[in-house]
Each structure stands twice: as structure tokens, then as C-alpha cells.
């Protein structure tokens, strides 16, 4: 068995390198503060982001997305613990250039201190 070590891989044409046709990272990623004056802690292909409304955030994408066909996963942090709660990434709400994150509580959208989103899928 072969091993390889490398600090860097980078593709010679731009955008996510490959192996075999496989992504090797995620294509954009968000820690981010959900309440008050939403804000980015950290990111990779998130140039901004949006309060859109109670709950719901819009990641604009730095370089987009290839087309719409990526998957997202969302997770968040409560500070308190609520019975039905849920988050996701809005498919109907999903373009080349943004997505929208969405956390809840039963059937009403409420505010996070720490939202996580992870998107998969090839950049343009």
C-alpha cells in the first residue's frame, strides 16, 4: 500500500480538487450567529449572509454552485431544550447563488446563537 502526504492539494484548473471524480471537501461550510445581528464566526465559500426572517438565514455563496442539484445539511446548537425541534436547508429556496438555512421549533421558525451548515456539489 501506497501513502501520500501533502499539506496542499489544489486543482491545476481552479475550484475543489478531485480523486476518481470525488469532491474531497465540502464546497461551502458556515458556523454562524443566528440571533440578533446574524453573523459569519467562520467560512469557506460563504461571502455573506442574510437575516431574511425569525429564523431563516440566506448563505450567499462566494463562487457559485455548478447548478442546483447540491445537498445540504444543517445542524445548530439550543440554548434551551424544546420538544419538535428541526432545521434545514430550503430546497425551493435553493440557487446557484444562495441557499436559505431555516431553524424551528415545531411549526414556528425561531433564532439560533450557533447554526452549522455543510453544502455538497461542484462549483461553476
Do not use: C
Not at 442574510?50 to 440554548?79: C, H, P, S, W
Not at 436547508?89 to 452549522?116: C, F, I, M, Q
Request: hydrophobic share 35%; glycine share 8%; aromatic share 6%.
Amino acid at each position: 500500500m501506497s501513502l501520500i502526504k501533502a499539506n496542499n492539494i489544489t486543482n491545476v484548473t481552479g475550484g475543489i480538487p478531485t480523486v476518481k471524480s470525488q469532491q474531497l471537501i465540502p464546497t461551502a461550510w458556515v458556523n454562524f450567529n443566528g440571533t440578533g445581528t446574524v453573523a459569519i464566526r467562520d467560512s469557506e465559500n460563504i461571502s455573506s449572509i442574510t437575516d431574511v426572517e425569525t429564523g431563516k438565514t440566506r448563505l450567499n455563496f462566494t463562487t457559485t454552485m455548478a447548478n442546483t442539484n447540491y445537498v445540504g445539511f444543517i445542524n445548530f446548537q439550543r440554548t434551551i431544550t424544546w420538544s419538535q425541534q428541526g432545521a434545514e436547508v430550503r430546497h425551493s429556496d435553493k440557487s446557484t447563488t444562495s441557499v436559505d438555512a431555516l431553524t424551528r421549533e415545531g411549526s414556528n421558525n425561531v433564532d439560533e446563537p450557533e447554526v452549522h451548515v455543510v453544502i455538497l456539489g461542484g462549483q461553476a
